[in-house]
């Protein structure tokens, strides 16, 4: 994800208190944006499993609402 992107996700998990669906493009993983981290550029996500991870924002795909609910 670029820096560009990265800020968009962020503003809209911290500022508009909504989470961003994401794609892990290593893994194939799901997850939602709950916390971004500036300092070190990750994005802390909630799984589809309920598991909490953090991802580095260069792992990370925004993705639409309905391509999260078909996988």
Known sequence: MEK???????YTTEQQEENVPLRNK??????????CTFAGTTVQVRLENGEL??????????????EGQVK
């Open 4 to 10: 560009r992107e990265y800020e968009k996700v962020c």
């Open 53 to 66: 991870d953090s991802w580095d924002k260069e792992d990370c795909i925004p993705i639409s609402e309905e």
């Open 26 to 35: 290593k893994t194939g993983e799901i997850g939602y944006s709950y916390l």
